[in-house]
């Protein structure tokens, strides 16, 4: 385990940064480069903002690549004028820097390009555990938490979500604390900590 982890599950401190503009405005169909003929010029382009204290969204890195460089490159130009966000804070009610994943899908329907943020697909869960059993009988479920990651990567505190996730929340605090995460670097290359949200997921592990 990497050193001791602070599991706030009732604290209000450690918040991941929030939009504070809505997300669909970022990019649109309207934003469909229309010159883009290629049939890689579909797909969906995930990302990584990085947030400054001051809520700004300072760096946009791809994740994962539409296919496409050109829509790849759009997406983040497009959110980083665009994305307006309240800052995260840390354990101690401070601003802190902080990390947002999201995704932008580009199509094409009846010839004509579109292009949106996927809110209506499930979201990829960022750490995936096997159980005994769950509440409920359930199979399967998933809880979020937001975990602060020190400059070694190591997650340093932890902390859930949702109050009825509390029980779950502690568990997926316990085994965060054992990852070591790619650690954060502002844009002059400097070590920094961070806040991000992760979303774990639980399965009940075949009898």
Same mark, same amino acid.
């Given at each position: 385990m990497m050193g001791i982890v602070s599991v706030l599950i009732h604290a209000v401190a450690l918040v991941n940064a929030t939009p504070a503009n809505?997300? #669909?405005?970022?990019?649109t169909s309207?934003?469909?480069p229309t010159d883009d003929k290629r049939p890689q010029g579909e797909g969906t382009t995930f990302f990584a903002l990085l947030i400054a204290p001051n809520g700004q969204a300072i760096r946009c890195d791809i994740t994962q690549s539409s296919g496409s460089t050109a829509l790849d490159r759009k997406t983040c130009a497009l959110i980083l004028a665009r994305a307006k966000f309240t800052h995260a804070t840390d354990e101690t009610g401070s601003a802190i820097h902080s990390q947002w994943h999201s995704r932008v899908r580009w199509w094409r329907s009846n010839g004509q390009g579109?292009? #949106?943020?996927?809110r209506s697909a499930a979201p990829p869960v960022d750490l995936g555990l096997q159980v005994?059993?769950?509440?409920d009988g359930a199979r399967e479920t998933t809880a979020s938490i937001v975990v602060k990651v020190d400059t070694s990567g190591n997650v340093s505190h932890c902390q859930g979500v949702k109050p009825d996730e509390a029980k779950l929340a502690d568990v997926a605090c316990t085994q965060a604390s054992a990852l070591t995460l790619e650690a954060g670097k502002d844009n002059e290359g400097q070590a920094i900590p961070f806040v991000r949200a992760m979303l774990v997921g639980f399965r009940v592990s075949p009898q």
């Open positions: 809505y997300p #669909g405005d970022w990019v309207l934003d469909y579109k292009a #949106g943020s996927e005994s059993n769950l509440p």
